[in-house]
Structure formats: C-alpha cells, structure tokens
C-alpha cells in the first residue's frame, strides 16, 4: 500500500512539472572553472558558494567566479568539505597536517587538529566520512563520523558508537560497509543505514535503532546518494532525475525536484540546493559545474503536431485555463481540450454580455455559441474589431475600415450601439487613424488610442480631444487599474500615466526594454506586471504614482528572463486582451514561443541581503582590506570590488556607488563585473559610498569605505604649515625689515619735521605765551602808567603852582621860601622814587623777556641781599637772619626772584627797629616756600585784604599806587611773571610774615 502511494505521489509530482522548463547554466574550465571535476559543493555563512577542484578552490557569488591557487601546499587538489558554516568555519583537505580554513570569506592554510580527519582506534586508521565523495571504494578502510554528542565508527563488521561523555561503547548489529563504500548518511544530527537487501532505511539516533522506512529510491542499487553532512543535505539520483530527502516531523520524505536529459547518474559526485533561491549546483567529475533554476513560471506550448506556439489575444476559460484565438484551452498542463477556431485572428477575442465567445475574421465578426460549448459559431457580417465592451445597456466597439486610397490604411470609428447587440448603431464618432485600444474614462468620456496618437471623446457632444498634442505616439495599449488612472503603453516610448488630461512618461528600465511594454496586469498587493518584448517587469504601482507627482522618485523595475522558465523573452501584445487574470489567482501571458502561467503572489522576487567591499585591484595586484583601502599616489588604475552574493537575474542587482570629493560626485551604477574603477585619484582621505537596493519596497542598505592616500611630504598638512610659515616669516622679516626702514627714514623725517614743528610750535606757544602775557603787561602796564601818571600829576601840578605861587608873590622871604622848597623837594622827592620804580619796573621786564633760564643757590641769593640791607638795618638795630636751604638749587628767574626779595626785605627793613628779620625756605614737591618773617611795625588789615584781593584779580583791580606805593605792587606783578604766589600774614607779637609759594621748574 505505501509503495502505491509514493508511485501515485510521484505520478502526480511528475505532471505537475512536466510542463516546467529548466533552466541551466554550463561552467567549466572554458567559462570561469579551474578544472572540470567539482569535488564538493558548499554555502559559507556570508552567501557565498564554495567549490573543490583539482586545480584550486573556486569562489561564487552568482556571476564571477573567484579562483584560489598556489597555496604554499604541495598539491592544489582539493576534495571535500567539512565543518560548520554557520560559524563561519569551514575546512576541505590539503596537504599532510595542514588543511585550507575558510573564514571570512577567505581561504587559509592552517594546521588540522588531532583527529579531524585521521584517528587511530583498536591499532587500526579511520578516515573521516562527512560526505560520499569521502568514502571511497578501497578494501580495508575504516571510517568515523562526528556528530555533536557522540562518534560513530564504520567498520565491515559493524557500526560502533561512542558518546563524548562516557567511555563506554555502544556496537550494533549492522555492516555499513557494502563493497568498502559505506551506506549510510546523516541528517539534523541522525545517522540512516540504507539496508539494500532488506529494502529499509534504518534510523539511529545516539547509537540506537529508532525506526526505520520503506523508501525504494533509497534502496534501490542503482540510486546514487549525493549527501554533506557540513549542508545537512541528502539527494537521491536515479534514472537521470534528482530528488531531495528531508527529514521533517520524524518522517523521511522524498521529493522530486527535475529531471536531466542525456546525462549519466554516475559522473554527478557533488550537490547542493540553494532553497532560498530555488538554484541546484550538480557537480561532475569530468562536466564541471551545472547551476538548474527551478522556476516559478510555467510555460506551455503548442502539441508537436500544431504550427508554432505564437500566441496573442486570449480569454479566461475556467479558473484555471485560457483559450486562444485558434480555439485551443490550455491550463499549467498544457493544452486540454481544442474548439478549432477557424481562419480567426490573433489579435482579437472577446466575451458578449451573453458569454459567447468573439473571434475576428475578415469582415465579419464569429460569435462562439456558450450553448454549443464554442463548437457552433454565427457570424456578423460587415464588421471589423479592434477592441469590444459592454455595460448593462449597450454594445461599444472600436472598428476599423479600410481607407478609400488604395493604400492597407484604416480608419476608426467609435461605434456605440442601441442595445446589447450589433444591429442598431446608435452613434458614430469618426477619427482618421487606424485604431488600436479604447477603454471608458468615465460615463461621458472614452479614451481611444490608435497608431497616431491617443484622443478623449465626449460622449455627450461627439467632441474629440487630441492628448498627444504635435507629438504622434503608437498607442499600444490602454489600462484602467483599479485605482481608477489610466496607463497608456506607446510603442517604442513606453509607459505614460494620463493625468489631468496630460501624459506623464514613466521612466524606463537600465535596458529600455519598458520602451517596448504590451500590457499591464495588476496583482492584488499594488503591483504591476508588464511584458515585454525582452523580458516580463514587475513594478509598485505606488512608484510609478510618487514618480508622477514629483518626477523625481525611483523607479526599481524587477525584471524576470528565461532563466525564470519562459521559453523565450519575447511577449506578445497588439491585441487586444495582452494578458488573462484567472479565477484561481495565475497570470497567463502569451509570448512568442508558448503561454506563462504563474501566481503573482507566489513568485519570488530575489534581493540580495549584503555585500562586501574588501577587495581591490591596484595595476592588476589584488590586495585585501577590511574600512579603509590605503593607495599611493603612484596608481594608474584601481577597481574595487563590490561582492554580493546574489544568484538571480542580475539585471535586478541595483548597485549605484559614488566616490565623495569628486568633481560633480555621481551616483553610478555598478556593472556586472562588480567593480567600480578609479584614476587619477589625488591624495587625500576620500570617502567611496555604495547603495545596493534589497527590496521591492525601494529600500536601500550603505556601506562606506575610506580611501586613504598619503600625501608625499611635500604635500602634507605640516609640510604646507611649515613652508607657509616660513615664507610668512620671510615676508613678515621683509615687511618688518622694510617697515624698520620707513620707520627709520619716517622718524628721521619726523625728526626733522618734530624738531621743525617743534621749535615752529616752541616759537608759536611762545609767542602766544608772549602775546598773552605782553596783553597783561601792557594791560598791566597801562595800568601802571596811568595810576603813576595820576600820581605824577599832583607833584607836577603841585611843583608848578609852587613856581608860580612864587613868581607871582616875589616874596622870597626866609620861612616862606624855605616853605615852598620844601614842598617843591618832596613833591620832587615822590616824584623821583615813582620814577626808579617805574624804571625797576622796565628793567625786570625787558631783561625777564631775554633772561637765560640758570641753576642758582636761593641761599646766595638771599645772602646777597642780607649783605645790602644788614647795614641799614644795623642803624636800626636790627638783625637780618637767613636760615635758606644752602643745598637749594633753584631754576627760578633770578632777576625776578632777586627783585621781589629786595622789594619784601627793603619793606621789613624799612618798618622794622629793634628788631628781627628771618628768611627760611623748605621744598614741597616741585613747590619753594620762601619765608620772610619781620618784627617791625607790620601792616595793617586793610593793607593786607587789599593785596590778597589784587593778587586774586590783579588785572582788574584798581592800583591804588599813591595810597599803598610801589613795591607790594611790583612783587606781585613779577610774582605773576614767574606764576608765584604770595600770602601776607600778621604775626601774633608784631611784625608781618611774607610766603612766597615758588614753582622750581625743572629743565
């Protein structure tokens, strides 16, 4: 019973993709492979695919192959691999106590550890057995195999177990050796026996029988096993086709995957299957390499017996076929039942409201009955569709007839009908172009496309509005999505949205193949799926929508080939159905060599997950680097890598990479050969920026390298400051140099200018000194001169009234005469002292104007004048003392001060009997007091109020010359002179105090 459900399970596995095309990729030494015999086939945890040869390791990324050789081993054949690629530790054999390390990326030779692939048990050698390829067919030879708690020890007596944990070992009852090669492999951590002559595998797990299975591939002779214990993988190859055993929920199942032509099971020793994208690697010991796409498409064909398998317009049939313009119904299976539509055309079909079946024929239409299962056809004469529709009320078609020139042209007529049949037009709008589409806007407007360009009709008025404007555009074909936007497809332009009665062209793919678009079928998540006439798209409506509205936005088209399971990549479209939605969810597209059938939602789109930049080319010398790549400036050429594990259509890899710091940096794309190149590079740290688009929802991931070039000395930071500084302290020296020197001539310059200025400035403040002080004396003068010359005027007067009196009595008696020459003496007498002081007067002044400034001693000064009066003073009986600083030294007008002292020691003198005369001096800062202290007769108060109020205000005050005389008014004039002071102080016995307050200028 279970063996006649596994032949009806492989029965239905069969024809279900029997009608799948395979996909295959040929490598060998003459397309990227070393050596023609792939050992072993494995998947390192960063996405890249190892293989073993015996001329080095070969690395895969989905595109190049990257060779390893030369290793420092005495031999680069290479046969199995073992370890754990999720840990990114993988090891394949080399040389005696050395093995190959791949980690990171990387192979490395390194040292095996004790009892990796050789140990010694029981006096006898045992070889590591991870994959099929390690058991060879040599008589005598032992095998181990590791698992993650225990060994097992494959021997032609018997199957031994040891647990890591214990010393004890467990042995049963099997021979897993049949002719030396051992029988058995492992999945998720369980070791299967295949027992060929039972007809069983057994299971052990942890050195038990647990179970076992009747699976005839399994046990069948002539089925070879292709098993990694590294992949966790087990294939079974019978009959030239491939199957997959997994292990799942404690059963051992066997699947059928595809099925090889003209090839021998024997020459395939290595396998491994890529799930995530679908990819099969089968390598042989003397092909090389075989990469099978198992598709998500299914393409079927015409029977051998029927023309070619060029199809165009088509209809859904069933949930799960479509029939086409030659009558035929083909479902995932291929054709399963025919109408023989006869002499129709391709490039039209279509259901009536009625769910007949429309063909085109010439000049007449051949409606399919549905009561007749489309066997019996009536026909409509006088008609030619392009495109058909209806709606609860009425026929609307797009036809065509021919031009009356002679010439295969047509012209367009929008013919709306009465009711749901072809009977009564009930309007018609004519357009001079051959017409291709229509589809209604809305429920007063139709879009009509033709092969000039593409118009809107007013249903109301009959008024058409060209779209296209002066530009003519090949409508191909229009679409209503679901949203409600209207997409034009226009041949050799591509896709346009009309938008606010404007076209907005959508940007093309990388080849331009959009240019070329036949249609538009949208799945139920917002994508649309476009054929071509190179290949089938697959775009985000939401892209193309944000891409409209800003002209900016990406726009990522995900391309699918025949790698995918077409028969060819051409798409058909000119009709107008380009493409069928079936009930149960499948997309059917014709092309030029079959229908494709596949799920929209079941497709898979791949995306790579991430790439590595460490490796670069600088003149043709590979080096590695991990962040930052370090370049001389002596490069010509360098080209980074860009590796990414991807193993789908490689025009979907969307790879755009920018070097930072350039002239008018870029996004670029990076080709197929992963690389972006880079000259004449100047030194610097510059900053290389790759983005690699790993969904359809657009997004992007970054990686970032720096490229560092070091500057030669000469161009180093340093370098710069120091010259800088240099040739700044250079021009700072010479502008220093040359400012010392204009500084020199300047200040000789202003040298001469200053001692010219200043003694034409000395020259003018002394003369404005001089004209001030002229001002005051000739102020003070005048007044002088005019109180002298008042009291001139009454001697004068009186002598001269004496005179006359005298002349005019000419009595000269005795007393009388004696009377009057008395008066006339001391009329004469004041006459003569106002005339020596107005003399003095004159002399101080004049000599003052001219007088040399001269260093003195105030004590000889002083004792001079002591000497002149002390004899006058004798005869009175009074004593002259001068107590003057003898070390004194003054810069004091000396006839001034001499003047002054003799007018104050003359008054002392003159008013003083019996008495004392004292003179002392003491400095204050730059200030002389000069004391002359009397005990004579001393003046009075009003004397004293009235020269300490003139000499407050002696250029306005009234001299009062005949009253007081001469000599306080002289000293306070030339005490003026030399801007001194004097105050007059009553002693408390008797006498009067002089202070003369002096300014000691300085030279």
């Known amino acids: 019973m279970q063996k006649n459900i596994l032949f009806i399970f492989f029965i239905v ?46 690395r895969y990324d989905g595109t190049n192959f ?183 929920n404690g059963e051992l199942k066997v699947s059928r995957l595809f099925k090889l032509d003209k090839v021998k099971d024997e020459n395939f020793i290595s396998a491994y299957y890529d799930k995530s994208y679908k990819k099969f690697y089968l390598g042989s010991s003397i092909d090389g390499l ?255 929508l944000q891409y409209a509205r800003n002209r900016k936005s990406r726009v990522d088209y995900y391309r699918f080939a025949k790698d995918s399971g077409f028969n060819t990549n051409e798409f058909n479209g000119g009709s107008n159905l380009c493409g069928s939605q079936l009930a149960n969810g499948d997309f059917v597209l014709p092309s030029l060599n079959g229908l494709v059938f596949f799920n929209p939602l079941k497709v898979n789109t791949y995306y790579p997950k991430n790439m590595y930049i460490e490796r670069a080319s600088i003149d043709n010398k590979l080096q590695y680097f991990k962040e930052n790549l370090y370049l001389e400036q002596e490069f010509s050429r360098v080209d980074i890598f860009i590796d990414v594990p991807y193993y789908s259509n490689p025009d979907n890899l969307v790879i755009e990479a920018k070097l930072d710091r350039m002239t008018n940096a870029k996004w670029e794309p990076i080709g197929k050969d992963g690389k972006f190149s880079i000259s004449n590079l100047g030194y610097g740290n510059h900053t290389f920026v790759v983005k690699m688009l790993v969904s359809d929802s657009g997004k992007f991931i970054y990686k970032k390298i720096n490229v560092i070039i070091p500057p030669y000395f000469y161009q180093t930071l340093w370098f710069k400051i120091f010259t800088l500084s240099i040739s700044l302290l250079l021009v700072y020296l010479l502008i220093r140099w040359r400012i010392s020197f204009l500084k020199k001539k300047n200040h000789e310059l202003e040298e001469i200018v200053k001692s010219r200025t200043k003694t034409l400035s000395d020259t003018v403040d002394k003369l404005e000194i001089t004209k001030i002080k002229l001002h005051k004396e000739v102020e003070q003068q005048k007044k002088l001169i005019g109180t002298i010359t008042h009291d001139i005027t009454t001697p004068v007067k009186f002598i001269a009234m004496t005179a006359k009196e005298i002349l005019d009595t000419h009595d000269l008696s005795t007393p009388r005469a004696e009377k009057i020459l008395n008066s006339i003496y001391k009329s004469s007498d004041q006459l003569y002292n106002f005339t020596i002081t107005l003399k003095e007067y004159a002399d101080i002044y004049t000599h003052h104007r001219s007088d040399e400034k001269e260093i003195y001693s105030l004590y000889q000064l002083i004792e001079e004048k002591r000497i002149l009066f002390n004899e006058i003073a004798e005869k009175k009986n009074t004593v002259i003392r001068n107590h003057a600083d003898r070390a004194l030294l003054i810069n004091i007008s000396k006839n001034i001060l001499s003047a002054i002292v003799h007018n104050l020691m003359d008054n002392s003198v003159k008013y003083t009997e019996n008495g004392i005369i004292t003179i002392e001096s003491h400095v204050e800062g730059e200030n002389i007091n000069l004391l002359i202290t009397d005990t004579g007769i001393g003046m009075d108060d009003k004397k004293i109020e009235y020269y300490t109020k003139l000499q407050d205000n002696i250029e306005n005050e009234k001299l009062l010359l005949q009253k007081y005389g001469m000599g306080l008014h002289l000293v306070l004039q030339l005490l003026q002179m030399i801007e001194g002071k004097i105050i007059f102080t009553k002693n408390h016995s008797k006498g009067t105090s002089f202070r003369l307050i002096l300014t000691n200028k300085k030279r």
């Open 290 to 544: 075989q990469i099978i796409s198992l598709p998500d498409f299914t393409t079927v064909s015409r029977p051998p017996s029927e023309p070619e398998s060029n199809f165009y317009a088509l209809l859904p049939y069933n949930s799960s076929s479509v029939i086409t313009t030659f009558g035929e119904i083909y479902d995932r299976n291929g054709m399963v039942d025919n109408k023989h539509f006869k002499n129709t055309s391709s490039y039209f079909l279509s259901y009536d409201h009625s769910g007949n079946i429309m063909t085109q024929k010439t000049d007449e239409v051949m409606v399919y009955q549905k009561t007749s299962s489309f066997t019996h056809a009536i026909p409509i004469k006088d008609i030619e569709l392009s495109d058909f529709f209806f709606d609860d009320h009425r026929y609307y078609g797009l036809l065509q007839e021919f031009k009356n020139d002679k010439t295969p042209r047509f012209n367009t007529f929008l013919t709306i009908y009465k009711d749901k049949s072809f009977r009564f037009p009930g309007k018609k709008v004519f357009i001079n172009s051959e017409p291709t589409k229509f589809v209604r806007l809305d429920q007063n407007h139709i879009i009509v496309g033709t092969i000039k360009g593409l118009y809107k009709i007013s249903l109301k008025t009959n008024t058409i509005y060209d779209l296209t404007g002066k530009d003519e555009l090949l409508i191909r074909n229009i679409i209503k999505s679901k949203d409600g936007n209207i997409w034009v497809m226009a041949l050799g332009k591509g896709l346009f949205l009309l938008k606010n009665n404007h076209l907005v062209k959508m940007p093309l793919d990388v080849n331009n193949n959009i240019s070329s678009a036949h249609g538009i079928l949208e799945d139920s998540k917002g994508f649309f799926w476009i054929p071509t006439n190179n290949g089938l798209y697959k775009v985000p409506e939401r892209q193309l």
């Open 66 to 248: 990257l060779v390893y050789k030369n290793f420092p081993l005495t031999s680069q054949r290479f046969t199995y691999f073992y370890g754990h690629p999720e840990k990114d530790s993988v090891y394949t054999t080399g040389d005696y106590g050395k093995t190959i390390l791949l980690h990171d990326k990387l192979p490395k030779v390194t040292k095996i550890a004790k009892n990796t692939l050789f140990l010694i048990k029981d006096n006898s050698g045992h070889l590591l057995y991870c994959t099929n390829y390690s058991g060879g067919a040599t008589a005598g030879v032992k095998f181990f195999m590791n698992f993650k708690k225990g060994r097992y020890y494959l021997t032609d007596t018997g199957l031994g177990y040891t647990h890591f944990g214990s010393k004890g070992e467990i042995n049963l009852p099997i021979k897993p050796l049949l002719n030396a090669v051992p029988q058995v492999f492992a999945l998720n951590e369980i070791l299967f026996y295949r027992d060929i002559q039972s007809k069983k595998v057994v299971k052990i797990e942890k050195g038990k029988i647990t179970g076992s299975y009747q699976i005839p591939l399994l046990t069948d002779p002539h089925s070879k096993i292709l098993w990694s214990q590294a992949n966790n993988q087990v294939f079974i190859m019978n009959k030239s086709t491939m199957y997959t055993c997994d292990y799942e």
């Open 13 to 58: 596995v069969f024809f279900t993709v029997r009608s799948q095309k395979l996909s295959i990729q040929f490598f060998n030494t003459d397309n990227g492979l070393p050596q023609n015999s792939v050992k072993d086939i494995i998947k390192d945890k960063y996405g890249f695919i190892w293989m073993t040869t015996e001329n080095g390791i070969v």
